[in-house]
């Protein structure tokens, strides 16, 4: 009997062994996920013109969320900013039925200059298209940036701005009133340069050497160098319909005559020059590159470029 019991608590007990076994709650380990981090201010906000790329000076910038930096040079700890000023406005440039975005870039080369740009952005299907950039000046005050009402001037844009006198250190306040009218291609990214009361509207198949005064705003070579002269204003060629060329440069002025041939090469000849001495004048540059030139064209923003020999880079006035 006694074993009998005994062996009936040994059944009962395996039975609880085995059913707490069966059925016991599982310990699960709790997993912690992370809530996300916030946003990045580097990170580009989708659609917009703060986050396209735009050409400056020949060179592709990228903006992201209206900023960049870009070494000067490669492996260079000083750097190129490009920052977002604003003044927009808003137009349909390419008749799209999208509206695009015209405005104002700014960019630092690491020194004290505070270079202005007007930049459009088309807005495409797939996201914002820089155009290249059409400089204003430097450290110049901008005022409006606005859509011309004039008649005539559909799709023209006007950049109003103070600037210096050419003869005015930056120490001067710029107080001198600037206005620009410009037109944009959609097919070529660039604005042209409308001239008061001129029909052609920077068209270059009816552009004339002989038709204003140029003024240099740039020289880019082929390896990459891009030479801006200080002071844009200064340096100027005006074409004479008798073959003769004048012009000014920071410090003197000039003469000499030119040949043209067909509808692209021209040539200067021996340029006279006063012999005014000028500390830190860039006009030994200018005289290089002119005795240089071997052909010239005109782009759709109404500027003139003149080739340098052995294709070694070209001269851009405005």
Do not use: H
């Amino acid at each position: 009997m006694k074993k009998t019991i005994i062996g009936i608590g040994l059944l009962l007990l395996l039975t609880v062994v085995l059913w707490a076994f069966l059925y016991r709650t599982p310990q699960v380990t709790p997993v912690i996920v992370p809530e996300p981090s916030p946003t990045a201010t580097t990170t580009p906000i989708v659609g917009s013109p703060k986050n396209a790329t735009y050409s400056i000076e020949g060179i592709p910038v990228t903006l992201v969320n209206g900023s960049a930096q870009t070494p000067t040079v490669p492996g260079s700890a000083s750097m190129v900013e490009t920052n977002y000023f604003g003044n927009e406005v808003t137009y349909d440039l390419n008749n799209d039925g999208r509206m695009d975005t015209v405005f104002l870039l700014t960019q630092s080369t690491g020194g004290t200059g505070v270079f202005y740009y007007v930049v459009a952005a088309l807005n495409t299907t797939s996201g914002y298209r820089g155009s290249e950039g059409v400089r204003l000046g430097d450290r110049i005050t901008p005022q409006s940036t606005r859509m011309s009402s004039e008649p005539g001037r559909v799709g023209v844009v006007e950049v109003t701005y103070a600037d210096r006198a050419p003869s005015d250190s930056f120490a001067v306040a710029p107080t001198i009133g600037k206005s620009l009218l410009l037109k944009f291609d959609p097919t070529t990214m660039q604005f042209g340069t409308v001239e008061p009361n001129f029909a052609g509207e920077a068209n270059p198949s009816i552009l004339k050497l002989t038709q204003k005064k140029w003024q240099w705003v740039r020289t880019n070579y082929t390896d990459g160098r891009v030479f801006v002269p200080n002071k844009t204003t200064a340096f100027s060629l005006t074409f004479g319909t008798d073959g003769k060329v004048s012009g000014t440069t920071d410090c003197n002025s000039l003469g000499g005559p030119y040949t043209t041939a067909g509808t692209s090469s021209v040539l200067f000849g021996r340029m006279a020059m006063t012999k005014m001495y000028c500390d830190g004048s860039e006009e030994g540059v200018f005289a290089d590159a002119l005795g240089q030139v071997n052909t010239y064209s005109f782009t759709s923003k109404g500027e003139l470029q003149l080739g340098l020999k052995s294709n070694s880079g070209t001269m851009i006035m405005q």
